[in-house]
């Protein structure tokens, strides 16, 4: 019995359930099909684009790479990922903040098989909803760049809290900004202990060498796991 004088529907509860639901078709299919998602969430502009690029040059001579670049409308993204070599697909979200599973769904549907080995979401430039969606991702892969400041942790926890990786990009403008890396360390460490950090530049190319070799064995080792999964 309800003590107000209204009643409540639990409208959220639901929405999460069913995303779930969607997150574990997304996983099932990417298990069958041996491929390894990533779902890369940062800001507007904190360089989510320009590290795909790194990423797609890193990887596209061991793995064919399919992007999936999710804005409310403008497909600039999708021309640049193009221009490196991977098969890009444009989800264009509208007025929607963040990518959910449902909508993954999709996409997977639109790669034709065999779907690439590697599919890299750029999600929608939010540090907050994309938080809350998982979309059966193997990997969130979060980016803070150096210009947001080092207290952005403390701010927008969620995001920090569900990320596996975390790249502090920009690092080039650390002279220019106050931002203290130790410090922005042990925010995140707070939140997530067991976040890896890496601080690059994907500008300049500074420390990208330590973040690829992590990114590298964590695919090689899921696929090669998925793989004889999906061979049993
Ligand atoms: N100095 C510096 N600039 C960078 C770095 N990485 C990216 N940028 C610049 O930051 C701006 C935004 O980079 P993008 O890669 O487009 O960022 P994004 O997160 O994809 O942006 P949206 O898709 O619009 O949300 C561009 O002018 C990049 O050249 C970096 O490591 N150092
Ligand atoms: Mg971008």
Redesign the pocket.
């Known amino acids: 019995m309800s003590d107000t004088p209204f009643d409540i529907i639990e409208v959220r509860a639901g929405v999460e359930a069913e995303n779930e639901r969607f997150a574990a078709q997304v996983r099932d299919i990417t298990a069958r099909k041996g491929v390894f998602l990533i779902n890369l969430m940062?800001?507007?502009?904190?360089?989510?684009?320009?590290?795909?690029?790194r990423i797609i040059d890193a990887l596209s001579p061991t793995y064919k790479i399919g992007v999936m670049e999710a804005?409310m409308d403008?497909d600039v993204?999708s021309y640049?990922v193009t221009a490196h070599g991977a098969k890009a697909l444009q989800l264009r979200t509208g007025t929607s903040c963040h990518v959910d599973a449902k909508m993954m769904l999709r996409g997977l549907d639109c790669f034709q098989d065999p779907l690439p080995d590697v599919i890299i979401l750029?999600n929608?430039?939010n540090l907050v909803c994309p938080a809350e969606f998982d979309v059966g991702a193997d990997l969130k892969l979060m980016?803070l760049?150096?210009p947001e400041g080092d207290d952005k942790p403390l701010k927008y926890p969620l995001m920090f809290t569900v990320s596996d990786l975390m790249v502090i990009?920009?690092?080039?403008?650390a002279p220019i900004f106050d931002f203290n890396t130790e410090k922005c360390k042990a925010h995140v460490r707070a939140l997530n202990p067991e976040m890896q950090v890496f601080p690059?530049?994907?500008?300049?190319g500074d420390g990208m060498d330590a973040f690829l070799s992590r990114l590298q064995d964590v695919i090689a080792h899921t696929l090669t796991e998925k793989r004889k999964g999906a061979a049993k």
């Open positions: 940062a800001s507007p502009g904190a360089g989510k684009t320009t590290l795909l690029c804005d403008a993204d640049t750029e929608v430039g980016i760049s150096v990009n920009k690092i080039d403008t690059l530049s994907a500008k300049t």
